[in-house]
């Protein structure tokens, strides 16, 4: 079935303040206006709405709306002339202040007091010699704003159409206002991307993220995951204001930030709260949301009149084999260039013939420049040039926690076949960062032209299999399309290449290699809580580039933001155990034993670590920002490697019943790995939630392309 979207059309439209206001109008009942955070809002507005990008606002990081100076910039310099010449300018504000502070009060000249001035009568010395080592530059973005306004046209239905059907508030529109200008192709410098400037690891629990597809550069698709996210925000940090501050900081970061000022007051936060992780971006992101909304409900009142991009008509429908970008170009009668346009999910490697336009994939081409219905169009293509599969990649690195069959796997090609071809003479000894070449062909050639790829075969019901004569891990997880190294694990096998015939052996289950620590399969009656009971498990770690990166202003400190689980150190060296985690693995990233944190901890040998208590751990050998990135980054391998086959595509919700039992709720019935409904969940603690417990659970989709036509 063919479907029609709506883009950017050459015919501009002009931009009413009335329709505009209309679309974005503010809700200050759900997203609250604190008069005492008004002078921040003011100086967003003025740095959005006056100040262009030749010049910028010399202002105190921490209270923004103490501004020193509207400084211009130089023209016609180098980017280190520039600093260096900002730097010159602080400097020059720091003497002064720390001359007031220093008590000076008398004898003051014009500039003296002109920055006296600023400040409360009874300002202290104290506060003064504060403010002199908090000196900031912000680059003006009045420039960029209005572009970003006229931009907006092309997606604004289709945002507010997607906000009204996920039953959202329509202001959450004014948010790549704040994250991107209205850029779909915007890439901040850590990889954040797309219009709403999702990271790689946030992006793939909602779209498709790989080296050939990248919906987060799609508007309309990286706008319903924005949206998913965005609800799940609200439903683990409670308010508007905290789900949109954590779109930036993470809702675990916000999570930890109420429970600290014991909390949810978006004033007192931005004001109070102390985080080495709640930087500039993260404490400024909902006054500049705040006054991006303000400027999207009037822009007239800021820019004057606009003339807006507006939206067009595309026809889209599944492509229903392989094919090269070339040959549907030649197909559709249609260039290069606007196909590319028209569809910016599609990476490099299919515009220059490296890869294939994947099977399945919503193509999408100008209705205007359809000579016929693109049905018609597809079927046109000669036999010759529709393929069953897509293009190897020519390299591929080899990442932590990868193993040879599994490399193998990915890429449809045999372990003797990478055995060869890189001159390996042990297939378990490849290192992290090593290059192992692949077999190379074009996307419009095939030795294999019309042959269906390999399709795995179904594991027995029962999950047990019996291993025949000639057969080893690495084949046998090839055969049933299931990991060679989980394999293992769930038979406790040491040695990949140590099987026998007539062993039996246990596959894993659809979440086995997420959970350490599982619920039990027994039932309580109304008046007992569900127990959970130890269950241990090794998850691979895999080296996954995802850092959260806020665009233009800075980093954001939280890789995993749509996660609420708490990876940070407490005050008092302690952490709260959470799903996926081991002795083991804490005593690696600390670089002690095991032992040393029993003894600490007065464990016994074998005692389980039930989730959500609090570990006290040494960090004499590695300090706590390591540990916690090493954390942090085992974690993320874990979400990436299980989201790089699912997204997520609704939620729904479930009332425990008597007789219910969490880990057949979670395995069985809804499919899902505990520490993901737990991420639904993090204000119940499964191990003493009893019947009548409401829990919301996600609804996943896998990520298995249709078959080849």
């Not at 055969?479 to 062993?503: T, V």
């Not at 596959?507 to 039932?523: L, N």
Request: proline share 6%; with cysteine; net charge positive.
């Amino acid at each position: 079935m063919r479907s029609f979207l709506r883009f950017i059309a050459c015919a501009p439209i002009l931009l009413l303040a009335s329709s505009i206001g209309h679309a974005t109008e503010r809700d200050v009942s759900l997203f609250v206006e604190p008069p005492g955070l008004e002078p921040d809002v003011q100086f967003w507005i003025r740095i959005y709405t006056e100040v262009g990008q030749e010049s910028g606002l010399l202002h105190d990081s921490k209270n923004v709306f103490i501004v020193y100076e509207e400084l211009d910039l130089p023209k016609s310099r180098s980017v280190a002339a520039t600093e260096i010449y900002v730097d010159k300018r602080k400097d020059k504000y720091r003497r002064v202040l720390k001359e007031l502070g220093r008590g000076k009060r008398e004898g003051l000249n014009l500039e003296e007091q002109r920055i006296l001035d600023l400040f409360a009568p009874d300002v202290s010395n104290k506060t003064l010699r504060d403010h002199a080592k908090r000196i900031r530059f912000q680059l003006g973005q009045a420039d960029q704003f209005r572009a970003g306004l006229i931009r907006s046209g092309a997606y604004a239905d289709h945002i507010q159409k997607t906000l009204l059907e996920m039953d959202l508030p329509p202001q959450l529109a004014a948010l790549p206002h704040v994250e991107s200008s209205f850029t779909p192709g915007a890439y901040s410098r850590v990889g954040a991307a797309g219009l709403w400037q999702f990271t790689r690891a946030t992006g793939r629990r909602y779209m498709r993220v790989d080296q050939v597809v990248d919906e987060r550069l799609d508007p309309y698709r990286a706008t319903t995951g924005a949206g998913r996210l965005l609800a799940q925000n609200r439903r683990t940090t409670g308010s508007w204001p905290l789900a949109v501050t954590a779109y930036n900081h993470g809702a675990s970061g916000m999570r930890r930030a109420t429970r600290k000022l014991g909390h949810s007051d978006i004033e007192r936060i931005v004001r109070d709260y102390r985080s080495r992780r709640f930087g500039f971006a993260s404490r400024n992101f909902y006054v500049e949301f705040v006054a991006a909304s303000r400027i999207a409900e009037n822009p007239k009142q800021y820019f004057g009149e606009l003339v807006l991009d507006s939206p067009i008509q595309y026809e889209s429908l599944p492509l229903p084999y392989y094919a090269s970008a070339e040959a549907l170009s030649r197909a559709l009668n249609v260039d290069l260039a606007t196909l590319r346009a028209s569809n910016p999910a599609l990476l490099a490697p299919v515009w220059n013939g490296q890869k294939r336009v994947p099977l399945g994939f919503e193509f999408k081409v100008p209705v205007a420049e359809l000579s016929q219905p693109l049905a018609q169009a597809f079927t046109s293509l000669p036999v010759s040039e529709r393929f069953s599969r897509q293009t190897r990649d020519s390299f591929h690195t080899v990442r932590r926690g990868e193993t040879l069959s599994r490399i193998a796997q990915k890429y449809q090609v045999s372990i003797r076949d990478l055995e060869n071809l890189n001159n390996l003479h042990n297939r378990n000894k490849i290192r992290v960062g090593q290059k192992l070449r692949l077999p190379v062909e074009h996307a419009s050639k095939s030795k294999q032209r019309g042959k269906q790829a390999r399709t795995p075969t179904s594991p027995p019901i029962s999950g047990i299999y019996t291993v025949s004569k000639g057969e080893t891990l690495a084949s046998i997880a090839l055969r049933f399309g299931l990991d060679e190294e989980e394999i293992a694990w769930a038979n406790g096998i040491q040695n990949r290449n140590r099987i026998y015939a007539g062993q039996q052996l246990k596959f894993p289950g659809p979440s086995d290699d997420q959970a350490v620590r599982s619920i039990s399969d027994k039932t309580f009656p109304d008046s007992q809580p569900l127990k959970a009971e130890p269950r241990k498990n090794e998850v691979n770690d895999e080296e996954i580039e995802a850092v959260r990166l806020e665009a233009v202003r800075g980093p954001t400190p939280f890789n995993l933001l749509a996660d609420p689980s708490d990876y940070l150190v407490g005050p008092d060296n302690t952490i709260e155990v959470q799903f996926g985690e081991t002795l083991g693995h804490y005593a690696d990233w600390l670089d002690i034993r095991a032992q040393q944190i029993r003894v600490l901890n007065r464990l016994r040998f074998g005692e389980a670590l039930p989730i959500h208590s609090r570990l006290r751990l040494d960090f004499s050998r590695v300090t706590q920002p390591l540990f916690e990135r090493q954390r942090i980054d085992f974690q993320r391998s874990i979400q990436e490697r299980y989201f790089s086959e699912r997204a997520i595509v609704g939620s729904f919700t479930h009332k425990l019943k008597r007789g219910d039992s969490i880990w057949d709720l979670a395995h069985q019935r809804f499919n899902i790995p505990l520490w993901l409904l737990q991420q639904y969940n993090p204000d119940i603690d499964f191990e003493t939630a009893s019947a009548g417990t409401e829990i919301i659970a996600p609804i996943l989709e896998r990520r298995t392309a249709p078959k080849a036509n």
